[in-house]
């Protein structure tokens, strides 16, 4: 049991991570948060599901789509987001209407139905007493080497440095020469490609509706807030506590707990550490 | 302009019309009252009372997003307190039910009060995931509480409203046509609050410490204070209206005060105007339009409602920039790019 | 602040807000009630989810009803004292939330229908109905596990689905103990009101029927990973696994268990159907209870009428999450029997009597009747096992 | 210096940032009606003196007294409602308010949690002649109606003035009033600093402006690296060597 909640743990963590990691550097970024991430993430699984069942290779429908995210991220960023920059709560609302948007055209297309995928990879490894299915475990791998890598480009890479510089300071960033405006597009695509590939990754590994998006968003919120905002490590740190607190509570202790976990989580890091763990410090007003 | 105008009535002669401007929102909403003349099809009064429900809610969001500035997503899971309340101990004990209305919007209102004192920690969209928390916390614990009937809710019947005598009109709001009339002066009541509210030096104060805090400080306003002011109100108006909500239902079920409801307030009030007198009132007709009387499918409703609200927002921010003087800078942002792109 | 804009455009919105009120009005008295029953068609009203979260069963309903609207309508319509009158179901979409159906209510209400069949889920129903058990001129049909309790002797209300009283779903789980002989029984219910009802009831029968109820937990109906839970029960090494009545939830359930390999115990169903395992065909042996009969199987000539009329209509066999159009086909079949019977379309009060005297209708798909109360009563009941590959259908009277 | 208790006094207050001693140690007194400059390159320490000063900031030690009340432990609105108000060096106003009713605003902040300024206050007609008397005094009157998120820099600077002057303080702590003047704008306020103090404000102002200062200011304070290095008179401090080290060194 402990072996398959730990599994169900790092699982949730990865996909928790994954999809807080893209809203990071776009809060980062553009100070906007992204509510629609979670209806993004959806759509890329409906798609995903589209295709693959429409015959595309796993493989093959996974990159494409996240190509597809990352462009429309970046339109969504041009038309849309840009307007609203700097302004979180603008960007909120803005996003809300995204996600009402979004949730009419997958209804609309895919009708209200709960979708599968064909499984990644059959079978499972049995570790003692705990059976552990493949395609989890894969998933898992594949995950903390997109995280990884994905952190490694932010810091060490000349792009990194570019988005973080435009990230810390964009008046310096702009004196330096950096084209801010074009940089800011990317990182949205980015962050939108995150949410895709998030999204076919869970597609290909649970049943998936409408739903999962709303509660996957809130959840990443939760994560980065715990984590601290525009702290990617945070993200991932947050992430993780948030996955294994859910996947234990409803293993040992039932579900309704595991429900409340991430409330009482969240509630506690902002009365002793508004910040977050990893955040920087918030301006009081 | 509250004070000043007042006084300028004395002086100028042109105040009249501003007067009369800013009476509106108060007197207007009285045309409601004689609905039930112009028509008496149940299916017109429950439609405007259903959305007189929504007006309600806008109202109470309206204060603490549009006067102070702080974006909550809990209004709905506040008036889900005096709502609960009211249905327990209704079925449970034989309290007079005015008793238990006003301590159940006693409840909200402390709830409210309390997720307010957090606002002085946590600013933004901080204060805005924790109201998250908040109503995610509060249909957490109602799904999962027999005693609040778990998923299936528990009635909450209009025909344990005693009759209420006005005067020589009798108001039975058992009836469709009864509960409209008890929905709407309701509403009159509590919109004349929310109006007087923002035209009273509390009301300008809310807003100074909405605009600058810190310029609200060194002129000697206390923003803990008035935000307290805001939040104690918006729960009031919250429990009142979740108790509607619930008889307009005759039910309670956590749906009813869930996330998604709440999303729709505020994407009606941002389409109202933050922040404006008006809001409650526009909203109202926002959702009997889209909401009631449009033949749409189901589904399309929310959809259509979030395409206008992106619209609003990228067209005609000052719309509903009103009340968040920023967003004017996004709009200047935007004049510039335009202005840049136009150059190169 | 209306006065931070300029005052022009301010009182521009004014104006504009008075000029909306007033068409407002002008709309409201000229759209005003159009009712007028036309002769010669028996109205009966089908409020459904044909849209939102529980849209899928709707659909099951709606074709339900459609099919009972053309298998009375071909074989001539009906007799009610004397003339020929075609039965005309109105179908309408709550949304699926208690806000769509307050408001279609009203609109049936309005155009003074009368035969009303659902709403369908708990709190829509409770709604509507609200709103409708004091009208005497009212008769309401509906599944919704929320009627039972309106349900009284005499009533103008019927609950076409299976009681979730204490006592039925005791029986239930005796026949779950007598066909499967657990002695530790696990159970995994989604949380919404019929998953309490059957997560509470259920296992008292089974505690009754002195089988030890090792788990009983409760889901959000949008969980998605269960592998924790899997492993939950597994640990506790149940003989029999009751997976959630819903197929949307016990499918993923199923999935996830079969993934890790937990396929050798008894998975069995109250509510659901085969859609469960079909992502999970590993499973040895998944038993499901349906309270009508399997649509899906093709050798059942009982429901042959029935799938034949079905592809006729949609051009394909009937799916197993048509066990829900089951429930309304021959419910709705009955009513008009109901109607014929009392040789009236108004008496209401004459048709419900009627309904309870019901005996023999077209169709018969599911042998039943009402009871003083206007709760369904079973004749048989049906248990489908799938054990490799192989379903085999066993009737039993509940 | 003279023997009235001085209405603004700084006692030996020290304000440090994670170690870095922003303000050490500085102590002066401010004269009831008179104009005292408070001078000093950038980083000297000047705001965050004004910020606690002010109760924007706590000091790490050291005491302020208004008049003879000790301020220790007062949080910002109490001082100012005790008649210290400060201004900012960016203007700062009330975006979505005219000027009239910003004015208004600011000449009554409802107390405690301000239940009762839900209610119309008495004082109407007095509040509109203050809100007339500053109007006039800083020439607002023609921005009367205008909204104060779109006024121009500088006179979004003088109603900053304007909103601190309505509350009818004691000491006014003006936080560089002419940063981004023009040179009109500049001597229309060094005209109506005089005024301010013929009608008995005290006035503490951090300035950068030499000429302002000299042409203003009753005594002046001199700070380095968050110390005090002299003070006095303009005449006697500005021909202090270590002064025009300290400030022309760095120009």
Known sequence: MFLEAATSGFFLAATYAIAAFGLVIVFGVLDILNFAHGALLVLSAYLASSLIIGGVPYWIALVGIVAVMALAGMGLERTIFRRVEGEVIAGLVVSIGIIAIVDTAILRFWGPEPRTLPRLVEGSVSVGSATLPVDRLLIIAVVAVVLVLAQVALTRSRWGKVLRATAQQQDAASLQGIPVDRVKTVAFGIGTALAALAGVVIASTVTFDTHLGESLVIKSFIVIIIGGVGSTTGAMVGASILGFAEAFGSAYFGVAVAQLIPLIALAAVLLVRPHGIFGRRLERV | MGVLAIAERRSTSSATGKDLRRAAPIVLPLVLLVLPLVTSSPQHHSWVAASLLWSLWVASLNIVWGYVGLLSVAQLALGAIAAYWVAILGARTDTNLGVLVVVGVLLSMVASVLLGAVSTRL???????????????????????????????????????????????????????????????????????AALVLYSRAGRAMRAVRDDPQLARSLGFSPAAIRTLAFALSGALAGVAGILHAYSFQLVVPELFAIDQALLAVMLIVLAGLGNVWAPVIAGIIYLLLYQVAPIDGDLRAGLLGLVVILVILLLPRGIVDAVPAWRRAWAHRAASHSEEASA | MANRSHPRSRDLRLAGLGMTIMVLLLGLTACASDSGDEGGELRIAAVLPL??????????????????????????????????????????????????????????????????????????????????????????????????????????????????????????????????KPETVAILQPQDPGGDGVAQNLAKGFEEAGVDVVYNNQVPADTRDFLPIVSAIRNTDPDLVITPYLDSVGGPFLQQAAQVGYVDTKFANYGGSSAQVAEAPQISEFTYMLATRAPDNPDDEVLAEFRAAYEEKFGHAPKPIDTYALMVYDPILMLAQAVEDAGTSTDIAAIAEALREVTDWKGKALPFSFDEKGLIQLETMQLATLRDGETTYTDFVP | MTDTIPILSVQNVTKTFGGIAAVSDVSFDVQSGTICGLVGPNGAGKTTLVNVLSGFEPSTSGQVRLGERSLFGWSATRRARAGLVRTFQHAHTFGSMRVGEALAAASVPPRGTGVRALFPSRDRQEITDRVGKVLQFLQLTRWEHALCGDLPYGVKKRLGIGLSLVTEPKVLLLDEPAAGLNTVETTGLVEMLRKLRSTGITILVIEHSMPLIRSVCDSMVVLDHGVKIHEGPPEVVLTDERVIGAYLGRR
């Open chain 2, 123 to 193: 600013k933004g969209f901080y204060f805005t995931i924790i109201t998250i928390a908040f109503a995610l916390t509060v249909s957490t614990i109602l799904m999962n509480w027999d005693v609040a009937g778990r998923t299936t809710g528990l009635m909450f019947l209009r025909s344990e409203i005693p009759v209420i005598h006005l005067g020589p009109y009798e108001l039975i709001a058992t009836t469709t046509e009864g509960f409209y009339v008890l929905t709407a002066i309701v509403f009159v009541l509590a919109n004349a609050i």
């Open chain 3, 51 to 180: 849209t939102g979260p529980a849209a899928e069963i709707g659909a099951a309903w709606k074709a339900g009803i459609e099919i009972a609207e053309d298998v009375i309508n071909d074989n001539g319509g009906l007799t009610i004292d004397g003339n020929k009158v075609d039965i005309k179901v109105k179908i309408v979409d709550d949304e699926s939330t208690p806000a769509g159906a307050q408001r279609v209510i009203q609109e049936l209400l309005n155009e003074d229908y009368q035969l009303f069949f659902g709403p369908s889920t708990s709190a829509n129903f409770q709604t509507a109905f609200a709103t409708l058990k004091d009208d005497e001129r009212r008769l309401v049909l509906s599944p919704a596990q929320a009627a039972e309790p309106f349900l009284t002797t005499g009533g103008r209300l019927f609950k076409t689905q299976p009681s979730q009283s204490p006592e039925a779903l005791a029986g239930f789980a005796q026949q779950f103990a007598d066909y499967l």
